[in-house]
């Protein structure tokens, strides 16, 4: 057989399908948690998906071969449909896990959501104590997540408890994990901050110090030690910190599918800021196109696209050149290497930003609560 | 989620309730399934995990499985990765 259709350069392996579909149901959120993830102008993007189409994109996922099902926003709890997409990733097939604030979670809905076939539930919390918790999302909701994580355990779910860690709350990471403890979930997440969206405007407030860090990783050490196999803790490695980048998404478009509420379909939850990309939407194809034939995802798949020091580099098949979005972000450019890695030139951004972090007066900005208001600001600042 | 005991050949193992085991045909294999997270079976702990169903005894899933795959001599590999399976929580011991 001739190779006639090989181009100099072009991948003649299809990837495989996704793993991972994470349905990001909606923007719409009662808490204002200041590190979040979600864009800046979330208020400016399309209307939601409907629930036919929620459903549709389940089905396609699936076949796919998608089998994580992540129910997240925004806050997945705001859908009155939850329980119908729940019933059908179940009848499909997929594991699924609703990653919530706890709010809007009563005995009625969590029992409906476990005869549905909900799997899993990952509940937030922003500290250990009522004060931060409350502060940090700029709600009332200390109380009512005690009562949901009571729930959780009493309707049988596994339960993992993700916590946010930051300057603010790092200090108490001995506290948090007994609160999980005493909680009896399964698996903590201690995710240090990824400076993204909300996170990376409030970043300056949000950058731990080294010497936080190294407390906060012994701590766990210790009480792993102590609770052995019972409990599985996760501690989300700070990238800021290292000097090499984080593997991010296992490879652009390899595993991971997010789909926005709008239906605009991303290889990560942050991608729709990268400038001179058109991410295609679920409401004008299919996700098999979108998966192997979009330009969106095809774009920073293998390793054409990469420059110096990546694209000669040994290590650029464990890491795959890091963070696309926090290339853009730091160096203005998507292609150039993630600067988390002390081989890029532009390491000493990352290097001065945890520097400048330091800085007594950075303290004293005010910190940004993600908030419609703030959001509709903004998007008047930055065109999307 | 781990208990330290032996299993011994008269229990009856089930599928931890903190896992869902099933079959990918998108991987084509047996995988358990957890919060956020998939382990993919072997063949081999695939065609053992599958005929674990809260039933059967551990001295019978042996038998099983060297009639259905007659001239291997399996016993101990089943017995070793039935005992991994416990320690990592994937299966729970019942008399």
Sequence with gaps: MAA?????????????????LLAELTY????????????LDYTNQGPELDTQTWLRVLREGRALGAVQLGL????PLQRDDLQVLIAEARGLGYYSNLITSGVGLDEARIAAFKRAGLDHIQLSFQDSTRELNDFLSSTRTFELKSKVARLIKDHDYPMVLNVVLHRLNVDHVGQILEMAEAMGAEYVELANTQYYGWAHLNRDQ?????????RAEEVTERFRARVGARMRVFFVVPDYFETRPKACMNGWGSV?????????????HAARMLPGLAFPNVRDADLSAIWYDSEGFNRYRGDAWMQEPCRTCPEKAKDFGGCRCQAYLLTGDATQADPVCDLSPHHHRVIEAVQRAREPGR????????????????SAKTPA | MTTESALTL????????KFRLQYEQAQSAWVLLYPEGMVKLSATAGEIMRRIDGKITVDALV?????????????????????EAHGRGWIASGR
């Design chain 2, 63 to 83: 038998a099983e499985l060297e009639a259905a795959f007659p001239g291997a001599a399996l016993r101990q590999d089943v017995l070793d990765f039935l005992q």
């Design chain 1, 72 to 75: 997240s926003g925004g806050e």
């Design chain 2, 10 to 17: 008269g229990d009856v193992p089930t599928i931890s309730n």
């Design chain 1, 363 to 378: 303290q004293a900005q005010p910190i940004v609560f993600r908030d419609d208001r703030n959001a509709r600001r903004l």
């Design chain 1, 4 to 20: 006639a259709g090989s181009l100099p350069g072009a991948s003649v392996t299809r990837p495989e399908g996704p793993r991972w």
């Design chain 1, 206 to 214: 949000l950058l731990p110090t080294r010497e936080q860090l190294q």
């Design chain 1, 28 to 39: 719409r959120c009662p808490l204002h948690c200041v590190f979040c993830y979600n864009p």
């Design chain 1, 256 to 268: 991971f599918l997010t789909i926005t509420p709008d239906g605009t379909a991303l290889p990560c």
